[in-house]
């Protein structure tokens, strides 16, 4: 019942003019900050490995920075997921190298964890005539992944694969011309990772946006969200030229790379609540 209460109230608040909402997430971030210590300690450590210019006063502004973004975009899923479609049309900006999407080539988007990257797919599926998949983890909780899944499905032309499913359908459709949507930046355990760089740091990488290029023949072309005043900017990078090499090992150092440049022109929007190092090479210990 708390959670169905909740979810509910998300979407009610989608439909408030966007600077209220934007100030509602404002002050429950605060909260959180203030709160939720664990996950800040998180943050803090991360962003003291990868940015260890920073002073420390600048480490707590971009942290508090973190979480107010990180809840505003997930207050934000309440229009993007179920409010009206002219305020997602209204909302959402696409920009860049959009023929990049034209056609039916077959083609591998490489969407970053950036705290908008719900909204690229409903930017996407809205605004674009092609059909694209992704990998969809399912959530503990059967309430909300019924209700993520519903709101990520809601234009019709987005197909969820589970993990479960296996390579095998996903490189199909990506031959077919359905772009696959793929967030390999992440912890996935050391089984399937190779450690490369990442802001000087041997991190544990799945070398899947590689892969994935090479099997569907694809192009990889990366999209970024910045979330701004009038809702997000979708923006559309041209296609990596010079990828994938044929060497795993090099092609996932530079993927790690290429998201460095990324991150670095808006940090308080990437998901640093992440344990991103949690998974260490030779049994060194975590950093949390």
């Not at 860049?96 to 908008?116: M, Q, R, Y």
């Not at 992704?134 to 969820?160: C, E, P």
């Not at 990889?220 to 701004?228: A, E, G, Q």
Request: include cysteine; proline fraction near 6%.
């Amino acid at each position: 019942m708390l959670t169905r209460a909740v979810l509910r109230l998300v979407v009610w608040m989608g439909y408030l003019p966007l600077f209220v909402l934007r100030a509602l997430g404002t002050a429950l971030g605060l909260l959180l900050y203030v709160l939720v210590t664990s996950r800040r300690r998180v943050v803090v450590t991360n962003l003291h490995l990868c940015f260890p210019q920073w002073s420390a006063a600048e480490v707590r502004a971009q942290t508090l920075r973190v979480f107010i973004h990180f809840t505003q975009s997930w207050l934000d899923r309440g229009w993007l997921w179920y409010g009206p479609a002219r305020y997602t049309r209204k909302r959402l900006k696409l920009t860049g190298a959009i023929e990049e999407l034209d056609g039916n080539a077959p083609t591998v988007i490489f969407l970053p964890h950036f705290v908008g990257l719900d909204a690229v797919g409903m930017a996407l599926t809205q605004q674009t005539a092609r059909r694209y998949t992704t990998i969809y983890t399912n959530q503990a909780n059967v309430i909300s992944d019924a209700w993520i899944l519903h709101g990520r499905k809601r234009f019709g032309s987005m197909r969820l694969f589970g993990r479960v499913d296996g390579v095998k359908p996903i490189v199909e459709a990506l031959r077919k011309g359905e772009p696959l949507i793929l967030l390999p930046d992440m912890s996935f355990g050391t089984e399937d990772s190779l450690f490369v760089p990442f802001y000087g740091v041997p991190t544990a990488t799945v070398p899947s946006l590689s892969r994935f290029a090479k099997l569907g023949r694809a192009k990889v072309v990366p999209i970024l969200s910045r979330m701004t005043s009038y809702g997000y900017e979708i923006q559309v990078l041209p296609a990596w030229t010079d990828f994938p090499s044929g060497d795993l090992l090099a092609d996932t150092a530079l993927m790690n790379a290429r998201l460095q440049d990324y991150i670095d022109t808006m940090p308080s929007q990437y998901y640093w609540v992440h344990k991103r190092f949690k998974d260490r090479p030779n049994g060194e210990k975590p950093p949390y």
